[in-house]
């Protein structure tokens, strides 16, 4: 069964770059046909969708996000990173990485059951 596990820094300085790693046991990132993909939720919102890196290694992201977002990944360490630029206070949330079979849109319904797999998360502050 393949497990995800994000890790990263829990404190983040306004204007800095957020680096978060998702760690994939259990199956291979570049396995046919899957999507993994970064969301996140802030303290009373709802789900909200980053972007994705596709099996084949394309990304696709949230324009809310694509001037500030990239997506890689190390198939070596069968990881996905995510890395967030420019962050501020609103950017605080719990991010997590989470797999999909098809690919996912901005205007797509973000819910937990759209997803095959999920990491548990991990908070992020972002404060001076």
């Known amino acids: 069964q393949v497990q995800l596990q994000e890790s990263g820094p829990g404190l983040v300085k306004p204007s800095q770059t957020l680096s978060l790693t998702c760690t994939v046991s259990?199956?291979?990132?570049?396995?046919?046909?899957?999507?993994w993909n970064w969301i996140r939720q802030s303290p009373g919102k709802g789900l909200e969708w980053i972007g994705y890196?596709?099996?084949?290694?394309?990304?696709h992201y949230n324009p809310s996000f694509k001037t500030r977002a990239s997506i890689s990944r190390d198939t070596s360490k069968n990881q996905i990173t995510l890395q967030l630029s420019d962050v501020t206070p609103e950017d605080t949330a719990v991010y997590y990485c989470?797999?999909?079979?098809?690919?996912?849109?901005?205007?797509?319904?973000?819910?937990?059951?759209?997803?095959?797999?999920w990491g548990q998360g991990t908070q992020v502050t972002v404060s001076s």
């Open positions: 989470a797999r999909a079979s098809r690919p996912v849109t901005y205007y797509d319904d973000i819910t937990r059951e759209r997803f095959s797999a």
């Open positions: 259990g199956g291979s990132i570049i396995t046919n046909f899957y999507y």
């Open positions: 890196m596709a099996y084949t290694g394309s990304t």
